[in-house]
Structures are given as structure tokens and as C-alpha cells.
């Protein structure tokens, strides 16, 4: 990461808190956004001053989105009078796509590699040809398609239904999209079984990572571990495509990240906001609500529930 200039862009964001799969709490903040603001990773929030010396008209504020950190930062700050809020910070995981497909399946033990080579090889043999039928798609005009074949599958997800974590089906996504894929800075791949779209994953890139954006699969498949298989192949991919450094698979736990990831970075959300009544009283309301529910997690996690819930939960949207 040796960027020293940020690029920054405009974004419409949503300081939300969650209750298991319910959003009670999400006021829409419109920021300008980064990836990188200092060189290197942030260890005192103070080096964020000269940005509240000025901000764009009609902007709430700046955001800090998954920034690399050198330590724990305080939740909440003063940064020349402003608030510096801290929403969450977290280990991201990543893949370190620049290694080569050999090395990074050396990682791997010799029983995990077996068994997701078991798992291409079951869903090739449910096919009623024998081979895996699984697609690439990066150009705006094989975009587009991926779009329009994707979101009927999108719409059965868990993800859409619950976190609305579906394919974004608006105008302004298309044309982002598409925007994206004139610069080559997309990467979206489909798994097919017998003529059906059964997995999809969408990728997109900025400053040096690419983001596993949006994926999901049919869960009347799901034996076959359709998404595991797309995974799998979509990063042997890019390994040997080599265009990208990193792979990013986002905030939040999941057991395909701690097992494709090749490293952790250590992150944070930051947001910086002038010291208006509203801001003062959204980021206390989000520190509240958000510790709140955390407590409820642990003592549901404490009494054996939570995976319990969480299981019934999905597949009562699935269904």
C-alpha cells in the first residue's frame, strides 16, 4: 500500500445498527470516502485534522472505509472540535491475490484441499454433462448480461432477504457497474447446473483491493456447495490472472473467509463529522443501540442460542 494521495468519492452511507437480521437503525449520511488516507496504517486519529479544516457542500461528512490501523483506536474522538467516530474495527480478511495459484493452495492443509477438490467434483458429476459449467464476466456488455441472469437467483437469497445483501438492482448500481467494467474493475463469475444459474459472486476494485461485493447461491442446491465450488474456482483465477493485489471479503465472520483468506489486516471504519446536534445524536444513539445488541448476542451465544436462531432464521428466509 503506497499510496500517499487519497482518492476520494462520493458515497451515500447508512450508520446502521443490527438486530440479528433486522436493521432498526440506519440514517443515511451523505460522505466522501477512502480507502487510504495516510500511507500507511493509521495510528492517531489526530493526522485526520486537516480535513475539517474543509468539507464539500452538501456533504455530511468523511469516511475512512476499512482503513488499515496500527492499533485500537478510542470509539469516540475529538479531532479539532469534530467528531471522529469509530463505528467498528475489525481483522479483515484477505487473499494476497499477487502469490500464484501454486503457493496459495500450498497454504492449504492436505485435507481442506481435498476436500474442496471433492466438492468441484460432485457438483461436475450432478451435471447432466459431466462438467463444471461456471462462467467469467468483466467487460460492460458481459456485466450487463451477469446483471440480468443474476438477480432472479439474487432475489431467492438468504442475503437479499434478510441483510438486504442481494445484487443491487437500482439504476445508479447498473450504471456504477458498468462504469466499473469500462475500466476493467470488475470481476463477476457464475456457476451453472444443467442450464440454471446456481451460485453468483461480484467483484469490484479500488485503490489496490478487490471486493467480494455480492454473492449468493440456490439453497435448493446447497448439498453441492455451489458457492464453496465458485469460490474456489474464482480465486484459482485470479491468482493466475495476477492483475490485482489483494482480495477483499469484507466486514463480518464467515467460514469461507477464515478458510480462503491467506492473511488478516487489522481495520477500522472511521467516520469524521462536524459537531452538529444531529451528528451528535445519531453517533450516540448508534454507540448505544449497538452495545445494546452486542449484549443480547453474547447472552444468546452464552446460553447455546445464537447459531440455533441464526440457522432458523436463514432457513426460514430460504424457504
Same mark, same amino acid.
Given at each position: 500500500?503506497?499510496?500517499?494521495?487519497?482518492?476520494?468519492?462520493?458515497?451515500?452511507?447508512?450508520?446502521?445498527?443490527?438486530?440479528?437480521?433486522?436493521?432498526?437503525?440506519?440514517?443515511?449520511?451523505?460522505?466522501?470516502?477512502?480507502?487510504?488516507?495516510?500511507?500507511?496504517?493509521?495510528?492517531?486519529?489526530?493526522?485526520?485534522?486537516?480535513?475539517?479544516?474543509?468539507?464539500?457542500?452538501?456533504?455530511?461528512?468523511?469516511?475512512?472505509?476499512?482503513?488499515?490501523?496500527a492499533?485500537?483506536?478510542?470509539?469516540?474522538?475529538?479531532?479539532?472540535?469534530?467528531?471522529?467516530?469509530?463505528?467498528?474495527?475489525?481483522?479483515?480478511?484477505?487473499?494476497?491475490?499477487?502469490?500464484?495459484?501454486?503457493?496459495?493452495?500450498?497454504?492449504?492443509?492436505s485435507?481442506?484441499?481435498?476436500?474442496l477438490?471433492r466438492?468441484?467434483?460432485?457438483?461436475?458429476?450432478?451435471?447432466?454433462?459431466?462438467?463444471?459449467?461456471?462462467?467469467s464476466?468483466?467487460?460492460?456488455?458481459?456485466?450487463?448480461?451477469?446483471?440480468?441472469?443474476?438477480?432472479?437467483?439474487?432475489?431467492?437469497?438468504?442475503?437479499?432477504?434478510?441483510?438486504?445483501?442481494?445484487?443491487?438492482?437500482?439504476?445508479?448500481?447498473?450504471?456504477?457497474?458498468l462504469?466499473?467494467?469500462?475500466?476493467?474493475?470488475?470481476?463477476a463469475?457464475?456457476?451453472?447446473?444443467n442450464?440454471?444459474?446456481?451460485?453468483?459472486?461480484?467483484?469490484?476494485?479500488?485503490?489496490?483491493?478487490?471486493?467480494?461485493?455480492?454473492?449468493? +447461491?440456490? +439453497?435448493?442446491?446447497?448439498?453441492?456447495?455451489?458457492?464453496?465450488?465458485?469460490?474456489?474456482?474464482?480465486?484459482?483465477?485470479?491468482?493466475?490472472?495476477?492483475?490485482f493485489?489483494?482480495?477483499?471479503?469484507?466486514?463480518?465472520?464467515?467460514? +469461507?473467509?477464515?478458510?480462503?483468506?491467506?492473511?488478516?489486516?487489522?481495520?477500522?471504519?472511521?467516520?469524521?463529522?462536524?459537531?452538529?446536534?444531529?451528528?451528535?445524536t445519531?453517533?450516540?444513539?448508534?454507540r448505544?443501540?449497538?452495545?445494546?445488541?452486542?449484549?443480547?448476542?453474547?447472552?444468546?451465544?452464552?446460553?447455546?442460542? +445464537?447459531?440455533?436462531?441464526?440457522?432458523?432464521v436463514?432457513?426460514?428466509?430460504?424457504?
Open positions: 500500500m503506497t499510496q500517499t494521495t487519497p482518492v476520494w468519492k462520493h458515497e451515500d452511507t447508512h450508520l446502521g445498527a443490527w438486530l440479528g437480521p433486522w436493521r432498526v437503525f440506519h440514517p443515511r449520511l451523505r460522505v466522501q470516502v477512502t480507502r487510504q488516507y495516510t500511507p500507511g496504517a493509521l495510528a492517531d486519529l489526530q493526522a485526520l485534522q486537516p480535513l475539517t479544516q474543509t468539507l464539500p457542500t452538501g456533504q455530511d461528512g468523511w469516511l475512512l472505509y476499512a482503513h488499515t490501523v492499533g485500537e483506536l478510542a470509539p469516540l474522538s475529538h479531532v479539532n472540535g469534530w467528531l471522529a467516530y469509530v463505528p467498528q474495527q475489525y481483522a479483515k480478511y484477505v487473499v494476497d491475490l499477487t502469490m500464484g495459484a501454486e503457493a496459495y493452495w500450498a497454504q492449504f492443509s485435507k481442506t484441499r481435498f476436500n477438490r466438492n468441484v467434483k460432485l457438483l461436475a458429476k450432478a451435471s447432466s454433462s459431466g462438467t463444471l459449467d461456471w462462467r464476466y468483466r467487460n460492460p456488455e458481459q456485466v450487463a448480461e451477469f446483471h440480468r441472469l443474476a438477480l432472479p437467483l439474487s432475489r431467492r437469497t438468504y442475503q437479499h432477504k434478510l441483510f438486504d445483501g442481494g445484487l443491487p438492482e437500482d439504476d445508479a448500481f447498473r450504471q456504477r457497474m462504469d466499473a467494467a469500462s475500466r476493467d474493475d470488475v470481476r463469475y457464475m456457476l451453472w447446473l442450464g440454471q444459474p446456481v451460485a453468483y459472486a461480484y467483484m469490484e476494485h479500488e485503490q489496490g483491493f478487490l471486493e467480494w461485493a455480492y454473492m449468493g +447461491h440456490d +439453497h435448493e442446491h446447497a448439498n453441492l456447495s455451489p458457492g464453496t465450488v465458485l469460490l474456489t474456482l474464482a480465486i484459482e483465477a485470479l491468482q493466475q490472472e495476477g492483475r493485489q489483494w482480495l477483499d471479503f469484507g466486514s463480518g465472520e464467515g467460514q +469461507h473467509k477464515s478458510v480462503f483468506s491467506s492473511q488478516t489486516l487489522p481495520v477500522a471504519d472511521v467516520l469524521l463529522l462536524p459537531p452538529t446536534l444531529r451528528n451528535r445519531l453517533v450516540w444513539l448508534h448505544h443501540l449497538t452495545w445494546a445488541f452486542g449484549l443480547l448476542r453474547r447472552a444468546t451465544q452464552a446460553m447455546g442460542l +445464537h447459531s440455533r436462531l441464526k440457522r432458523w436463514r432457513q426460514k428466509a430460504s424457504g
